[in-house]
């Protein structure tokens, strides 16, 4: 009766941060209210504040966990939308993503290894462009830490979504292959619920992006721990 009590709780309180920091976002729009940061901040707060284990936490929000797979899959619809632009641009979006893809893992070997970090950290950091579930599990067989790599995928997403737009902005990227292909590629799922947003064909790109960047890196980051570490 008290796991349900605390699986309540813990879904009431997140969504009324979520939708709280929604309101924010659009009463003040800018990269740093983004609901996904400011619900992060809030609910790690919280849970340091009060003392309350991720443990105890994830009793009630396993549930909203479970949702990530049908939000994921429900991505499927606006590249159904977008197909014949897909099917059109195959041949760049493929270019762009392994080009962005040995960027994000050779950026995090060069990184790791300036910063004179553990070989445990830099393997968990190679796969940090990836979505969460596939950077565990690389992170796994090239000898890191799959929670650590989680971490490091939240954070490489939170980033992506926060910086992203106005990066691209500032380099005066516009067009809507070339954000959807570096969204996509650098922040996962995040980055392009955050493509999305503003674009429904960058979206679809991101999309596409996410998960063949998901497939090059899981081929690639092992070679090149074999040839570099």
């Given amino acids: 009766m008290n796991d349900v009590l605390i699986g309540m709780l813990a879904i009431i309180c997140t969504l009324i941060v979520f939708f709280s920091s929604k309101w924010l976002s659009i009463r003040y729009p800018h990269p740093l209210t983004i609901p996904i940061l400011i619900s992060t901040i809030v609910i790690v707060a919280g849970l340091l504040f009060f003392h309350i284990s991720y443990d105890t936490y994830f009793i009630g929000g396993q549930w909203i966990d479970r949702f990530l797979g049908p939000a994921v899959v429900a991505l499927a619809y606006p590249l159904y939308q977008q197909r014949i632009i897909l099917k059109k641009n195959a041949i760049p979006i493929i270019i762009g993503v392994i080009c962005g893809s040995f960027i994000g ?37 090239i000898g890191g830490s799959p929670a650590l790599a989680a971490v490091l995928v939240m954070f490489a997403g939170i980033s992506g979504a926060v910086m992203g737009p106005s990066l691209l902005k500032w380099a005066r990227v516009h067009h809507y292959l070339a954000k959807g292909v ?3 590629s650098a922040s996962h799922a995040i980055g392009t619920a955050k493509a999305m947003e503003s674009d429904i064909k960058a979206g679809a790109v991101s999309t596409v992006a996410m998960v063949l960047s998901a497939i090059i890196v899981s081929i690639i980051t092992p070679l090149l721990v074999i040839l570099f570490m």
């Fill in 105 to 141: 893992v050779l950026s995090g070997l060069i990184m790791g290894r300036w910063l004179g970090l553990d070989r445990l950290i830099i393997t968990s950091l190679l796969p940090k462009s990836v979505t969460s579930p596939v950077a565990m599990d690389i992170a796994h067989t």
């Fill in 182 to 184: 570096g969204m996509g």
